[in-house]
Every structure is written in structure tokens, then in C-alpha cells.
């Protein structure tokens, strides 16, 4: 695939991700109100949720390989490696408690890696500021 066609993909699957989470934002905004404080919650829940059964119909893994960073950078695609970990951990014959902390170590790995960056960028613009 020529990287002209891979990175419109990422774009593409990004982008229509990127609107199914903001049709439910609008959705959610409708049902609760704009200053609910579960609005945010809801839809990182959905997003999940909609990630987890994509990867377990088999369709994810179809976009990741497809489109790249378009599929695994939003909230979904999260949701998608964490299920992945597990299945695959208990596809090679691990309990579930093995299979469950592969899970969390996707979470952790993810959340600590992130919030190191965060961390690393916030004092370099600290201090060149």
C-alpha cells in the first residue's frame, strides 16, 4: 500500500470514528443537558464498548490493519489492544485472572506512557517559556 493511500486511510477511519463519538457527545448533551457531569464518562464508555465488540466481530483488527494510527489513536482503539491482550492471553491457555491483568497492563502501559510525555513536555515548555 502506497503511503499516500495509507495515511488517507488513517484520515478516513480516524475521521468517521472521530464523528460516531461526536454524533453521541451531541446525542448525550440532548438527553442530559450540557452540563451534565457523566456526559464525558458515557461517552468513553461507549467508545469502549463499541471498540470491544468491533474486536470481537473481528472488524477492528480489519482497520487497524487498513488504516494505522486512524483506528488505534481514538478512545476505541484503546478499547480494541485491551481486549486483544486478554483474548490472547487466554487464547493460549492462561487463566482469566493471567488474562484480565494483561488487560490492566495495556491500561497502565498506555495511561503511564501518556502521562510521562505530559509530564516531560509540560516542564520543557516550563522552562523554555
Known amino acids: 500500500m502506497s503511503a499516500l493511500k495509507s495515511v488517507a486511510n488513517a484520515f478516513i477511519v480516524g475521521g468517521i470514528l472521530g464523528l460516531i ?3 453521541l457527545l451531541k446525542q448525550y448533551i440532548g438527553v442530559l443537558g450540557p452540563d451534565s457531569p457523566i456526559i464525558g464518562l458515557l461517552l468513553l464508555i ?7 465488540i468491533l474486536f470481537n466481530l473481528k472488524i477492528y483488527q480489519k482497520l ?9 489513536l481514538p478512545f476505541s482503539g484503546l478499547a480494541s489492544a485491551i481486549a486483544g491482550a486478554i483474548v490472547g492471553t487466554r487464547s493460549s491457555g492462561a487463566p482469566l485472572s493471567q488474562a484480565i491483568k ?3 497492563m495495556v491500561v497502565v502501559t498506555v495511561v503511564g506512557t501518556g502521562t510521562l510525555l505530559s509530564i516531560i513536555i509540560g516542564l520543557i515548555a516550563f522552562f523554555v517559556a
Request: overall charge negative.
Open 46 to 52: 461507549t467508545m469502549g464498548i463499541i471498540g470491544g
Open 21 to 23: 463519538g461526536h454524533i
Open 64 to 72: 487497524e490493519e487498513s488504516s494505522g494510527f486512524g483506528a488505534m
Open 102 to 104: 494483561s488487560g490492566l
